[in-house]
């Protein structure tokens, strides 16, 4: 954003990058490094996550910033030395002004202090303007982001149907080849078949992931759920991921065949995507 205030060319610039928390930063002329705090307070009742940087320039237009102070006791004792020399040895020169701006700290420039107030009130509104215009273009990109999201949940969904429609197959392979495994070893122990069969279940059912994809299935509704709302989203939506990948691990722990193992992969590295993307959710 760019303004002129009271005499001061004002140049407001903002720079975002995705973080999961808070962090600012602020580059302000030195001589107006008082403004740090206050527009990090101002920017930290719009944004909640987010590395922000401002920069802010500010230029004099009234040409008032500075002070020539004439150091007047100083001249004089160098006129007067001059005039004594002029009368000692004769020299009819005239001191000119010419010759009276060369003087050494003849003339001080003083930098004119301002009003830390006044100027806040001038930076103030042009950090306002520019702080709309950035949450305008978070709002669009939000949308389009929100869209992305969504596109990548209903693949994430379809890849967890396949594994659902995988998995009792892989269960009863399982089941199958631990009877066949437990009747050769216990063979000769005189044991029931029934019960074999039951222990093979038994193990079978440890590879089972339904209660994990029941789960996953959940959170998938609830991230859609939550980005409707109209309030800060992005903790939750984080909070949700970091649920998504933990039972993307247990499927994947559980897994006993290569195409689930792909399949788990292909899921992980979509929600990896998901999770980068909500880093600058508000």
């Known amino acids: ?4 205030v009271d005499g001061r060319e004002i140049l407001v610039e903002i720079k975002a990058v995705n973080h999961r928390y808070f962090e600012f930063a602020a580059r302000v002329p030195r001589t107006y490094g008082y403004l740090e705090e206050k527009l990090k307070s101002l920017t930290a009742g ?8 401002i920069n802010v320039s500010i230029y004099t237009t009234s040409g008032q910033d500075e002070d020539v102070v004439i150091n007047r006791s100083l001249v004089k004792g160098y ?29 001080n420039i003083h930098k004119i202090i301002e009003d830390e107030n006044v100027v806040w009130e ?8 520019a ?16 869209e992305d999201l969504l596109g990548k949940i209903q693949e994430m969904e379809e890849i967890i149907e396949k594994i659902e429609i995988r998995s009792p197959l892989v269960v009863q392979s399982y089941r199958t080849r631990l009877y066949e495994r437990l009747k050769e070893v216990l063979e000769d122990k ?6 074999v069969l039951t222990e093979a279940a038994l193990f079978a059912e ?50 006993s065949d290569l195409d689930t193992t792909k399949m788990v992969i292909d899921l992980k ?6 999770r980068e993307q909500i880093q600058n959710i508000e």
């Open 269 to 274: 590295a979509l929600i990896e995507k998901v």
């Open 122 to 129: 001038a930076v103030k509104p042009v950090a306002e303007e």
């Open 190 to 195: 005189n044991i029931e078949e029934q019960r």
């Open 131 to 146: 702080l709309q215009k950035f949450s305008q273009m978070r709002v669009h990109e939000g949308e389009n982001l929100k």
């Open 1 to 4: 954003s760019h303004q002129v």
């Open 46 to 53: 719009q944004v909640s996550r987010g590395k922000i940087e």
């Open 79 to 107: 006129l007067d030395a001059l005039r004594g020399i002029q009368d000692e040895f004769g020299l009819t020169d005239d001191l000119s002004l010419s010759v009276a701006a060369r003087f050494p700290d003849a003339f």
């Open 206 to 255: 440890k590879i089972a992931v339904d209660e994990e994809t029941v789960r996953l299935h959940s959170h998938m509704q609830q991230f859609r759920e939550i980005l409707q709302l109209d309030e800060p989203i992005g903790r939750k939506l984080d909070f949700l991921v970091q649920e998504m990948n933990r039972e993307t691990n247990t499927i994947g722990s559980k897994a």
